[in-house]
């Protein structure tokens, strides 16, 4: 009796057991159901894929000339146009006094009359006075050759002791960084090394300009020494053709040195070497022209350039200190300089493309990447590079200095095969994503090429069409545990 009882007790246990079993299964299955059901699911795509890099970056005129006097200028005397006014290529800019110049041509010109004169000469014959004249001539032009030449001997004496020196100096400083311990030691030594260099350039420098000075000096010496006794022996001789023509070329070297007189009068006034907008104004009326300081927005690497319009002029496009009296800039062309972090920085070339979007008038114009900085920047512990981006499109609404966001193609592949970048893991060297077979889910391992802007090229592994699942933020799962039941009651 008791084991009949034992037996009901345990048949009604067990099929407790397989109703709680059965219900779990049920309750599991219908929640893998409803996940698979509600994944986001996308389909391998083939076209075209771009991959891009993003900068930003303030506008700026593409073209700015440093516009100066030739020479060793002079005062200023008169400032002719202000900041933001726009002027036309010949315009005058600046005016420095005038006197130097004028006295010049005056010289010039009776340079020129001496010179008549001495054609006339030339052609009448010599008197005995006359044949005196050109002897003391000759002696004094002599004497400035023998006068010149120890003090050209001077120069490189002094230009050959100085080298030996400095060279000791820096050989010194140079000993000094490498017996430093200490940062602070080697710092202070680095820092005397430099400027050790640099009083050697700068005292060598002089020096060299001295000999040349003095070598000049010679041979200007040695020139009228020349000169004086060929004047000498052509006057001691009847009038000949050669002696004419000699005249002659005299009359015509002064006429060349009346022009150049001339040239330099009017360079006196600085014209504008292209049609543009003055950005910055650094002469001063009453100043030298060569001291005035330097304002404005200029360049860097800038090369110079003699202009006909009576100055000198510096062309270049990056931001930097103004090096010119006056700065014109080309409005018609602007550009933007963007800072492109380290990691993005090797994908980007010259002459690829660019979106360059302007937030503030909601403007969007098309650019170039034409010039890459090959030393970086570093702003806030991030490593920068600047990239320098010309505008195309229609830029006349831009002013200078509106902040740009802009959005460099650096990569493009067409007819490729892609699903999104979130929907493959990687894991070390292996990518896989999930591809849907049916009702079924699958872990497939795929190969990858381009990351672009919208997805990641697949160069094996799936087809166009299949069904891709993307991963979801999070994933749940029933553990469920059962009681343990014995078989078998109460004895």
């Given at each position: 009796m008791v084991n009949q009882r034992r037996l009901v007790i345990n048949g009604v246990l067990a099929l407790a057991v397989a109703g709680v079993v059965a219900a779990s299964y049920v309750t599991v299955t219908a929640s893998s159901s409803s996940q698979q059901a509600t994944a986001q699911t996308v389909r391998v795509t083939r076209g075209t894929l771009t991959a891009t890099v993003t900068a930003s970056g303030n506008a700026e005129a593409a073209t700015t000339v440093e516009v100066n006097f030739q020479g060793s200028g002079g005062q200023v005397t008169k400032i002719y146009v202000k900041a933001g006014q726009r002027v036309t290529k010949g315009q005058r800019l600046l005016k420095i006094d005038d006197s130097p110049a004028k006295e010049s041509l005056r010289t010039a010109k009776a340079t020129l009359a001496s010179a008549k004169a001495q054609l006339k000469t030339t052609t009448q014959g010599q008197s005995a006075e006359e044949k005196a004249e050109d002897d003391a001539s000759v002696a004094a032009a002599k004497t400035s050759v023998d006068n010149a030449d120890p003090a050209l001997q001077a120069a490189k004496d002094t230009y050959a002791l100085d080298k030996k020196q400095q060279n000791n100096l820096v050989k010194s400083a140079k000993a000094a960084v490498d017996d430093a311990q200490t940062q602070t030691a080697i710092t202070t030594a680095k820092t005397q090394l430099t400027q050790a260099k640099q009083t050697r350039e700068s005292t060598l420098l002089k020096d060299r300009q001295a000999i040349k000075t003095e070598r000049g000096q010679l041979h200007t010496?040695?020139?009228?020494?020349?000169?004086?006794?060929?004047?000498?022996?052509?006057?001691?001789?009847?009038?000949?053709?050669?002696?004419?023509?000699?005249?002659?070329?005299?009359?015509?070297?002064?006429?060349?040195?009346?022009?150049?007189?001339?040239?330099?009068?009017?360079?006196?006034?600085?014209?504008?070497?292209?049609?543009?907008?003055v950005a910055a104004i650094s002469a001063i009326k009453g100043q030298s022209s060569g001291s005035s300081g330097s304002s404005g927005s200029g360049s860097t690497g800038s090369t110079s350039a003699e202009s006909s319009t009576g100055g000198s002029t510096d062309s270049s496009s990056s931001g930097s200190s103004s090096s010119g009296l006056v700065t014109l800039t080309d409005l018609s062309r602007k550009q933007v300089v963007a800072s492109v972090a380290e990691a993005d920085i090797t994908k980007v070339k010259v002459e690829q493309t660019a979106e360059v979007r302007f937030p503030a008038s909601d403007v969007t114009v098309p650019g170039t990447v034409t010039a890459i900085d090959t030393e970086s920047t570093v702003t806030n512990n991030v490593v920068e590079y600047g990239v320098t981006v010309v505008l195309g499109g229609k830029t006349a609404n831009i002013r200078l200095g509106q902040t740009a966001s802009i959005t460099i193609t650096v990569g493009r592949k067409s007819n490729v095969l892609s699903v999104p970048t979130s929907a493959i893991?990687?894991?070390?060297?292996?990518?896989?994503?999930?591809?849907?077979?049916?009702?079924?889910?699958?872990?497939?391992?795929?190969?990858?090429?381009?990351?672009?802007?919208?997805?990641?090229?697949?160069?094996?592994?799936?087809?166009?069409?299949?069904?891709?699942?993307?991963?979801?933020?999070?994933?749940?799962?029933?553990?469920?545990?059962?009681?343990?039941?014995?078989?078998?009651?109460?004895?």
């Open positions: 010496a040695e020139d009228q020494l020349a000169s004086q006794r060929a004047t000498a022996a052509k006057n001691a001789q009847p009038a000949r053709k050669g002696a004419v023509d000699s005249a002659q070329a005299q009359i015509d070297s002064a006429r060349v040195t009346v022009a150049t007189a001339r040239r330099t009068l009017a360079e006196t006034v600085l014209r504008a070497p292209i049609s543009g907008t893991t990687t894991t070390g060297d292996r990518s896989t994503v999930t591809r849907r077979e049916g009702e079924t889910d699958r872990t497939v391992e795929v190969q990858t090429g381009m990351v672009g802007s919208t997805g990641t090229e697949i160069t094996s592994g799936l087809e166009e069409g299949d069904t891709i699942v993307l991963p979801t933020s999070g994933s749940s799962s029933s553990n469920l545990t059962f009681p343990r039941i014995g078989v078998g009651g109460p004895r």
